[in-house]
Structure formats: structure tokens, C-alpha cells
């Protein structure tokens, strides 16, 4: 069973070490987004791929022997800005199956496809990376003038395995491009964790929107065997996150992954539904936390087996989330609704986060395993007086009636599993959790009410699977 979560910040778990017992920390400080992951700024990548895009168009160099591409490339050149790389992240990736020298293209656009006029531009940089050290890099560019592609290797030669792998990511690029693109804007980056671990060694891709010079929109997203991070924005809000591999040791089995997922799941809804977030936003944080908490293994028992032998490590694994740790925020675009009152402002941010720890002994058994997951929901949001009737708020005192709602909760649970001589001994579990709504209510803008809801609630439980007096067998 999976607890609710809380807390903005992610502290690596403490752990205390007595009589010179070994500590080992499987999933100690979670990957720091600000070291792989960039949510404010274009990568350094990206601005070169803007910056050489005009040379480019300037010698309007197409490579032969790419016929299909240069075709699709024509025709995208003089699609709006927002949907140029239809088709085209795909087609890349596939002719490097049968083609898997470096590729440069540029299309003039023929027309100002913008009726807006405004200087709108987008890059992606996509760079693969093989077992063997060969990378892939593939970049697209769409400004006002037109269209770049590029595909480069470096680092020696492809093997036809190695060119298989890549090739087969192509519908998972494109799927990803598409997300971004539409109307609704997604993040979908699901197939993109699902590469080839026998020949490919990580995924990176960078995908940025501009505006009058500034950043629009941006996805940021890394998979290897080790870690997988993301982080998305646009007008709406930014979401980040983090995923730590490193430790497959505390992975439980898919059947407990799933569960993990689902009731992760629905407590994002609750949140969503009690804090009034934007639905299309959370509906693309849920997919992306699902993709980067999924598809990366499960201790499953071989059911081949005719005897299937349950060790302690199967029981301990049973106790846990069975999800590798990790890091999630969210946190919408703060809107003021209220023109009267300025300082009231429509928000939504949350954050949840797993990390777990695990303590052996002098005698090198098994001593202790911990795992701490948090959540945290800050959000404010003005309600009509009258149900049914919607808010209507202005300058004039008599559209001010409302209530104005503000939320903060906390929740955390600790999970503790202490050994004997390496079987597991006892399981404890301990859930806390604090919660303030405030209500402010106003007529004809007068505050005529304010009521503090405060809910807190704390339990614990434990349970003894080796009695006191057990005696264990030694070597």
C-alpha cells in the first residue's frame, strides 16, 4: 500500500551508523534536477542549433540521396512554425536503418507562414548514444526563413544492431514532437524510455519554442540505465522530475509497480479536484510521471519454477512501493483572477517524493530498511457564492462576492523494516499528516467572514514476524 506523500524540498535521508556497523545507501540523494535538467533556459545545444540555422538556409545545402526527405522537408517548410516537424522527426531517425550516413538539409520557406507576424522559432536536439560510444545526434530547426535537419555521428561507426535500435525510437521521437506541437500540448515521452538497453547506453532530448527571442515552451528529457529525468514548461506552468535507477535492488514486482502507479494516480486527482488545477496540465504531469516510473524492471519470482522459494529479500521487496525513488513537482502559472484584489492570485503547486535506505551490519546481514515518501499541496482559488453561478470579478464593488480559498497540506509516511541475522524481524509503518484550509468570504467586497479548518492525524502500526525469543541458526 502506497501513503500519501509530501514536501517541496527532497532531503537525502539521514542515516545514523552505531558500533562501526556498514552503511549502504541504495537510493541516497535523489538526481538534482539543476545538474541534468534545465527549466528556465534553452541548453547551449539548442542555441547553437538556432544560431547556424540562417548560414545554413543561406547555401540551402541538401544532401542527395535523400529524396523522401527532402520531399517532406519542402512541404514542412511552409507549415505554421508550431507543426513543422510533422512526419520529419520520424523519417530521420528511420533512414539510418538504411542510410546511416550524416544527413544536412535546409529548405527556404517561401512565405511568411506566421500571419502574426511575431518572431516564432523552434529547435530540437536529439542525441542517442551507444554501448560502444558512437552518438547519434540529430537536430531540427524551423524559423521564420525556413527549415534545418541534421544528422551527425561521432565517436566511430554504427553497427547494423546499433542502427536497428536507433531506427526503432522513431515513433516514439515523432510521438513526442507530436505532443508538443498540439493544440492541447502534451508531453509524451513514454516510448522514449523504452530504447534498447543491450545497444544503446542513453537518450537525450531537448526541445524548445521561442517567442520574440524568449522561451515559449521547453522539454527537457534524459534516460539511462542509471537515472531518467524531465522537466516541461509553458504558459501554463512547469513540472519537473526525477527518477533514480541506480538501486534495482529495492524494486518490488510489476504487480506492485502498477499499484504504486495507480494509487499515485488517483491522489494526483484528489489534489487536482480539491486545489482546482488546470485538468489538461495534470493529465500531462500524470503521463509523464508514469513514463519515467515505468518500463525499468521488476523482481518478479521465476515462475518456472515448480518450487518457488520465497527469500528474504522477496519478503522485504513485498513491504515496499516496489517503485524506484524518486522526485515530482508541479506547479501551474500563478493567475490573478481578481482584479479588485490584486493580491489574491489563482494557484496550484505540488510535490511528492520516495527515497530509501538500507543499513547492514558488522556481520555484513541485512540490519535495517527505510523508505520515507512526502507530499505537499499549496493552493489558493475564488468560489462563487452562488453554486452554479459563475464568478464574474471586476474593479466594481458589486461583483465582489466570493469566497477566496487557500489550502496547505502535509503528509508523509515512514516505513521501517528491521532485520535478525538477516531475516526480517518487524515491519512499522507511521503516517502523519497536517492540513489548514482558510475561507475568506466577501460581499460587495467586504470581508465578512474568515474560517481556519485545520485537520491533523497520526498513526503508527507494527508487525512482528520473528518472535523475541527466536532463536537463528549461525554459521
Do not use: C, W
Not at 501551474?332 to 517524493?353: G, H, I, L, R
Not at 470579478?393 to 466570493?402: E, F, I, P, R, V
Amino acid at each position: 500500500m502506497v501513503g500519501q506523500i509530501s514536501g517541496i524540498s527532497f532531503p537525502p535521508p539521514r542515516i545514523a551508523s552505531a558500533n562501526g556497523a556498514r552503511v549502504n545507501q541504495p537510493a541516497a540523494t535523489p538526481p538534482q534536477p539543476s545538474t541534468r535538467v534545465t527549466l528556465s533556459n534553452a541548453s547551449d545545444e539548442l542555441n547553437a542549433i538556432y544560431s547556424i540555422s540562417a548560414q545554413k538556409l543561406r547555401t540551402n545545402t541538401i544532401n542527395t540521396g535523400h529524396s523522401q526527405l527532402d520531399v517532406l522537408m519542402g512541404a514542412n517548410a511552409n507549415q505554421p512554425i508550431s507543426g513543422a516537424f510533422q512526419g520529419l522527426g520520424k523519417a530521420l531517425l528511420s533512414q539510418i536503418k538504411d542510410n546511416p550516413s550524416d544527413f544536412s538539409a535546409a529548405v527556404s520557406s517561401t512565405k511568411n507562414v506566421d500571419a502574426s507576424g511575431t518572431d516564432k522559432a523552434s529547435a530540437v536536439a536529439l542525441d542517442i548514444v551507444t554501448q560502444s560510444g558512437v552518438k547519434v545526434s540529430v537536430s531540427l530547426s524551423r524559423q521564420q526563413g525556413g527549415l534545418v535537419a541534421e544528422v551527425t555521428t561521432t565517436g566511430g561507426e554504427l553497427t547494423d544492431k546499433e542502427t536497428d535500435a536507433i531506427a526503432g525510437l522513431a515513433d516514439a521521437f515523432q510521438s513526442t514532437l507530436d505532443g508538443m506541437s498540439g493544440k492541447t500540448p502534451t508531453v509524451n515521452v513514454d516510448g522514449l524510455t523504452q530504447f534498447n538497453t543491450t545497444q544503446l547506453k542513453s537518450v537525450d532530448l531537448n526541445a524548445d519554442v521561442r517567442e520574440s527571442g524568449q522561451s515559449v515552451q521547453s522539454l527537457n528529457f534524459q534516460s539511462d540505465l542509471t537515472q531518467r529525468a524531465l522537466s516541461y514548461k509553458d504558459a501554463n506552468g512547469a513540472f519537473q522530475l526525477n527518477t533514480d535507477l541506480s538501486h534495482p535492488e529495492l524494486l518490488g514486482t510489476l504487480g506492485q509497480q502498477d499499484q504504486a502507479l495507480a494509487a499515485y494516480d488517483k491522489q494526483l486527482s484528489n489534489a487536482a479536484l480539491r486545489g482546482y488545477a488546470n485538468q489538461d496540465m495534470m493529465s500531462s504531469f500524470k503521463s509523464a510521471f508514469h513514463a519515467l516510473n515505468s518500463h525499468y524492471g521488476s523482481n518478479e519470482i521465476d515462475k518456472s519454477h515448480q518450487i518457488i522459494t520465497v527469500t528474504e529479500t522477496n519478503k522485504a521487496q513485498s513491504y515496499l512501493s516496489g517503485l524506484a525513488d524518486f522526485s515530482a513537482s508541479f506547479q501551474q502559472t500563478d493567475v490573478k483572477s481578481n482584479p479588485y484584489k490584486d493580491d489574491e492570485k489563482d494557484s496550484f503547486a505540488y510535490s511528492f517524493s520516495q527515497s530509501s535506505s538500507v543499513i547492514d551490519g558488522v556481520d555484513g546481514n541485512r540490519s535495517k530498511i527505510t523508505q520515507n515518501t512526502k507530499s505537499h499541496l499549496q493552493a489558493s482559488f475564488h468560489e462563487s457564492l452562488t453554486a452554479g453561478t459563475p464568478l464574474a470579478l471586476s474593479m466594481l464593488k458589486s461583483s465582489q462576492n466570493y469566497t477566496y480559498h487557500q489550502i496547505n497540506e502535509d503528509s508523509s509516511t515512514d516505513t521501517t523494516l528491521d532485520f535478525k541475522k538477516g531475516l526480517l524481524a518487524t515491519v512499522g509503518t507511521s503516517q502523519t499528516s497536517h492540513s489548514l484550509e482558510t475561507v475568506k468570504t466577501y460581499n460587495d467586497a467586504l470581508l465578512v467572514k474568515e474560517t481556519k479548518t485545520p485537520n491533523d492525524h497520526q498513526e503508527s502500526h507494527q508487525l512482528k514476524l520473528l518472535s523475541e525469543s527466536i532463536k537463528v541458526k549461525t554459521k
